[in-house]
């Protein structure tokens, strides 16, 4: 935790003790600081749609990964296309890719989704938050949005199609 969380933390735990010694009689007040504490927890929370440089090259692994798969993860759609990786300035990898979902998943459109490793990320956020991850792929996942690039170095094709199939159907459907 850098420096700022860490005073924003020890600033919120100073307003919580005070709030639980005001009296009845201090309602207005009271709320008005509940209000206050919310924002300022809501300021320790990561953005999750914010994704950092790390983030997007262990994404981009992932994407790698599954869309290189071959017989492990290409009937999980209907088509892939346009996939391009590279390595960019600095040195950071970078993939992306076009992928046509299978038409037998119920309630899922069927129109070409350009996967980037931010879509991915924003995708994979959405399917840990309506809790569609099971614990082994929520850490998983964790560590990718948090940048941790050996993690993506850690899944093998079976983990990156996983990650794919929550992306894209928002649960795991095959296999």
């Known amino acids: ?13 100073d307003l919580e003790r005070i709030a639980g010694t005001m009296s ?25 749609l914010t994704i950092t440089q790390a983030a997007r090259e262990a994404l981009s692994y ?7 798969g071959g017989h492990y993860t290409k009937e999980d759609f209907r088509r892939w296309e346009k996939y391009v990786h590279r390595d960019e ?12 979902p299978n ?10 989704i350009r996967m ?11 399917a840990l938050e ?19 690039e050996d993690i993506a170095g850690e899944c093998d094709v079976i983990d990156a199609g996983v990650m794919m199939q929550l992306a894209v159907y928002g649960e795991v459907v095959y296999g």
Not at 116 to 126: A, I, Y
Not at 133 to 145: D, E, G, Q, T, Y
Request: negative net charge.
């Open 116 to 126: 980037t490793p931010e879509e991915l990320g924003k995708r994979l956020h959405h």
């Open 1 to 13: 935790m850098n420096k700022q969380a860490q005073a924003l933390t020890k600033a919120i735990k």
């Open 62 to 68: 992932i994407i790698c990964t599954a869309t290189e």
């Open 130 to 148: 309506h809790g569609k991850v099971v614990p082994k792929h929520r850490s998983i996942i964790l560590r990718l949005l948090d940048g941790d």
């Open 24 to 48: 009845a009689t201090d309602f207005g007040t009271h709320h008005q600081l509940t209000d206050v504490l919310e924002v300022l927890r809501k300021g320790l929370e990561p953005d999750p």
């Open 103 to 112: 038409d037998d998943v119920e309630g899922i459109p069927l129109d070409p």
């Open 89 to 100: 300035e600095g040195g950071r990898f970078y993939a992306e890719v076009t992928v046509i």
